[in-house]
């Protein structure tokens, strides 16, 4: 018998624990009778689920989805009174040896929304479960390489580090984009077992990358430039590419203004930009000391420019004139 509490960001991380319990506690002939799934079930489905009986078939496993527990959905939120967790704690006390039962909590990956640790069903569950927190990684985390690089030799797959680094631009850090990702190449570069930048760039869906982004913008190699557009371009519609640019600019801006006057941590509260520490807006400080404030403004001028040639046909090649924009900083377009 186990409880266990999930929860964080990484939902492929949690995904894959829950695969590695039910190889460990369930018999593969009866798998599909003893594996159950809910989702944010009322006080008296859960005080059952929690009751359940020994099985005559092996081992049962349950995922509870508690996501409506934690956090608010529609500004509502399931709350259980004192002698609901009174009750909910007795059945955790006396659950049967045969009843495992996973308490799952994700995440939006793109909102501020978080396992609220203050309500006393969380304290109940630190009590009685095994707790661990699945956080999404940050790109400059150690762990984030090596966990790719364990993603690799589980598909028999190799890259170097380079490679990997253009992976991590083109699909950020989502765990589940790029480990479907890994599998689309394993099947197009077959019988190959290497991975190539070229494989990524030709094969990979670009995600909005804070940092590919400022690469493009403040890079003086033009060849490496237009290379790299054009290799986006094709997967994006240039109006999408115009507005990562804008929305991006005016992080970027505020850094450069504002780079001299506050601390990196300040700037990152202020720009609402989520890390354990202050080292992506090092980063980007680093990427835009060579741009000053005028050129990176001068830059967004000629961008709004662009995407109201574009949208109101005053150009015919939309693509050939953003590419403009980029290759001469906003000068003269």
């Known amino acids: 018998m186990a409880i266990y509490f999930f929860y964080g960001k990484e939902e492929f991380l949690i995904s894959k624990e829950i695969e590695k319990l ?42 509870v989805h508690c996501e409506n527990y934690f956090m608010k959905f529609k500004n509502k939120r399931i709350e259980f009174s004192d ?38 069903l969380y304290k109940l569950l630190s009590q009685h479960s095994n707790v661990k927190d699945f956080p999404e990684y940050k790109d400059y985390e150690k762990g984030f390489t090596a966990y790719i690089n364990s993603l690799l030799k589980e ?20 765990l589940r984009l790029i480990d479907s990702e890994l599998e689309k190449i394993k099947i197009i570069i077959y019988p190959k077992k290497t991975i190539t930048e070229k494989d990524i760039r030709e094969n990979c869906k670009l995600q909005e990358d804070i940092f590919a982004l400022a690469d493009l913008i403040t890079s003086s190699d033009k060849n490496a430039v237009i290379k790299n557009f054009w290799a986006t371009i094709e997967k994006k519609h240039c109006l999408e590419m115009l507005a990562l640019f804008q929305k991006n600019l005016h992080k970027y801006i ?76 906003g000068q003269n377009v």
């Not at 009778?33 to 009751?51: K, V």
């Open 155 to 174: 598909k028999e797959l190799t890259a170097d580090a380079k490679t990997v680094k253009v992976l991590t631009e083109y699909c950020g850090v989502n």
């Open 83 to 120: 002698e609901q967790l009174k009750a909910l704690e007795a059945a955790m006390k006396n659950i049967s040896d045969s009843n495992n039962i996973v308490f799952v909590c994700s995440e939006p990956r793109n909102e501020d929304k978080k396992t609220d640790n203050r309500i006393k």
């Open 22 to 63: 039910k190889k460990e506690l369930l018999d593969e002939a009866f798998k599909a009778m003893n594996f159950r799934i809910y989702y944010s079930p009322e006080f008296s489905e859960l005080l059952d689920i929690l009751s359940s009986a020994p099985l005559m078939f092996g081992n049962l496993l349950t995922v």
């Open 254 to 329: 505020y850094i450069k203004t504002y780079e001299r006057e506050k601390s990196a941590a300040e700037i990152m509260n202020n720009l609402q930009i989520k890390a354990k520490s202050d080292y992506p807006i090092v980063l980007l400080i680093d990427k835009l000391k060579n741009k000053t404030l005028r050129e990176l403004m001068d830059f967004k001028h000629a961008l709004t420019e662009a995407e109201l040639k574009i949208k109101t046909g005053q150009t015919t090649n939309p693509d050939y004139l953003l590419e403009s924009v980029l290759l001469t900083g």
